[in-house]
C-alpha cells in the first residue's frame, strides 16, 4: 500500500493501527506470541512486524507509522525508547507498572465515570476492575470525555489527592494522565 501522511488513506490505516497498538500492548500481547518485559517493553521491530504482516504493510512503513502514532498521540499512550516500546497505561495484562515519570501530582484530580457506577464507587471506592490500576485526569474536561466512554451523560467525581499522597497513598504520572492502585471512598467526592 502507497501512502502519502496527509491522505485519508494514512490517517485511516493510522487510527486503526493505534487501536490495535492499545490492545497488543495492554490486553494480548500474547496472541501474537509477542513478549512483554516486566515494565510492558517490547522490541519496536517485533511489533513493527506484527503490524505489518496485519495491516499489509512493510516493516519500514509499520515502523513510521508507529513512530508517528507515538508521537502525535494526545493522550502520550504509548512511548518509544531504544528500539523498545510500550503502553504508558491501560494494561490488563500482569506488569510492572508502580514506575512514574516524576512531575507534580496536583492536588484535586478527577475521574469521569457513568451514572450507574456512581454509587458503588462512593461505597467501595475507585477500583481498577480489568486493569492494572485506577486511572485519574488532571482536568475535568478529559474526565468527561473518559466517562463519555461508558455513559451519554457521565458523572465527575473530584478525588483529593493531596490527603491520598498525605496519607501514603501512592500516585503515578503515566504522561497526562495520573494512575494509582484504589482510591477509598473517603477521598471521592461528586464535582458534578
Ligand atoms: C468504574 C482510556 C463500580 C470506573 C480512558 C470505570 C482512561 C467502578 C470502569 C483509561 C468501581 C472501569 C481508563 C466500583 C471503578 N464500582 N464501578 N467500585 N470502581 N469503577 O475503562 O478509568 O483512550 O477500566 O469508574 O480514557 O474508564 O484507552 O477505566 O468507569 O484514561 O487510552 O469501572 O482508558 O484511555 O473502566 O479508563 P476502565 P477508565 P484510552
Given at each position: ?110 475521574h469521569g465515570t457513568s451514572?450507574?457506577a456512581v454509587?458503588?464507587i ?25 466517562g ?6 457521565p458523572v465527575?467525581l ?35
Open positions: 500500500m502507497s501512502m502519502d501522511r496527509e491522505s485519508d488513506d494514512f490517517n485511516e490505516v493510522r487510527e486503526r493501527v493505534s487501536r490495535f497498538l492499545s490492545g497488543l500492548l495492554r490486553h494480548f500481547p500474547d496472541r501474537f506470541s509477542l513478549k512483554l518485559d516486566r515494565y510492558g517493553w517490547a522490541e519496536l521491530e517485533k511489533v513493527a512486524g506484527i503490524v505489518g504482516e496485519r495491516y499489509r504493510l512493510s516493516s519500514e512503513e509499520a515502523t513510521r507509522i508507529i513512530k508517528e502514532i507515538v508521537e502525535s498521540d494526545p493522550k502520550g499512550r504509548f512511548e518509544l525508547a531504544d528500539g523498545m516500546i510500550r503502553a504508558r497505561y491501560g494494561h490488563s495484562v500482569k506488569v510492572d507498572v508502580n514506575w512514574s515519570e516524576g512531575g507534580k501530582i496536583p492536588p484535586v484530580l478527577y451514572r450507574k454509587k458503588s462512593l461505597e467501595k471506592g475507585l477500583l481498577p476492575m480489568k486493569r492494572r490500576e485506577v486511572h485519574l485526569c488532571e482536568n475535568v474536561s478529559d474526565a468527561v470525555m473518559v463519555r466512554r461508558y455513559d451519554k451523560y465527575v473530584k478525588i483529593n489527592a493531596r490527603k491520598m499522597l498525605e496519607d501514603g497513598y501512592t500516585i503515578r504520572r503515566k504522561g497526562k494522565v495520573l494512575t494509582t492502585d484504589y482510591v477509598p471512598p473517603e477521598y471521592i467526592s461528586v464535582h458534578r
